[in-house]
T-cell receptor
Framework: KNEVEQSPQNLTAQEGEFITINCSYSVGISALHWLQQHPGGGIVSLFMLSSGKKKHGRLIATINIQEKHSSLHITASHPRDSAVYICAAQVTGNQFYFGTGTSLTVIP | DGGITQSPKYLFRKEGQNVTLSCEQNLNHDAMYWYRQDPGQGLRLIYYSQIVNDFQKGDIAEGYSVSREKKESFPLTVTSAQKNPTAFYLC???????????FGPGTRLLVL
């Protein structure tokens, strides 16, 4: 069993739809990261969470520490949001457990 | 044992000095990455390399340089042009880009 489970694995949405990607983890964490990886391979860190909720533009990330669950929401999705979204649990300073990623395609 | 090693664990730099952080992997991974983590912030990508002799800038490449002359090695040089270099630097590798990344133990850089 993986320490970090993401769902869904693949997601196709119409432009404008509200999108949710889920992440469950089984380890004790110091922080939970949401990363965005584009087809070229570069990774952008979207959020680092240790509690509550964070919002940046159309992106919202929430975490429930008791339930060991986090969600990434995208409001009013756009084709440029198409990417792989990765949930990563930071256990210690250098130890990360990664989810397998959610490949999102937003169709115009 | 297979893995990623970074050295040194701690590094001190005087202002105006260039320093080089080492990252070596024996996992036979094609892709390698350098990230920076500041207190209370997420990872930020500095540079990545998909294959030997190739590398691409990440979000915060200014003031840094890299080389990828060998598959197993991806050293990062923090130049004097980097105005705020104090941070925790993490190296990672993956079989290929877009696959799970494995991290080294990190190097903490402090400017004196």
């Amino acid at each position: 069993k993986n320490e970090v489970e993401q769902s869904p694995q693949n997601l196709t949405a119409q432009e404008g739809e509200f999108i949710t990607i889920n992440c469950s983890y089984s380890v004790g964490i110091s922080a939970l990261h949401w990363l965005q990886q584009h087809p070229g391979g570069g990774i952008v860190s979207l959020f680092m969470l240790s509690s509550g909720k964070k919002k940046h533009g159309r992106l919202i990330a929430t975490i429930n520490i008791q339930e060991k669950h986090s969600s990434l929401h995208i409001t009013a999705s756009h084709p440029r949001d198409s990417a792989v979204y990765i949930c990563a649990a930071q256990v210690t300073g250098n130890q990360f457990y990664f989810g397998t990623g959610t490949s999102l395609t937003v169709i115009p | 044992d297979g893995g990623i090693t970074q050295s040194p664990k701690y590094l001190f730099r005087k202002e105006g000095q260039n320093v080089t952080l080492s990252c070596e992997q024996n996992l036979n991974h094609d892709a390698m990455y350098w990230y920076r983590q500041d207190p209370g912030q997420g990872l930020r990508l500095i540079y990545y390399s998909q294959i030997v002799n190739d590398f691409q800038k990440g979000d915060i490449a200014e003031g840094y340089s890299v080389s990828r002359e060998k598959k197993e090695s991806f050293p990062l040089t923090v130049t004097s042009a980097q105005k705020n270099p104090t941070a925790f630097y993490l190296c990672a590798s993956s079989v290929r880009v877009l696959e799970t990344q494995y991290f080294g133990p990190g190097t903490r850089l402090l400017v004196l």
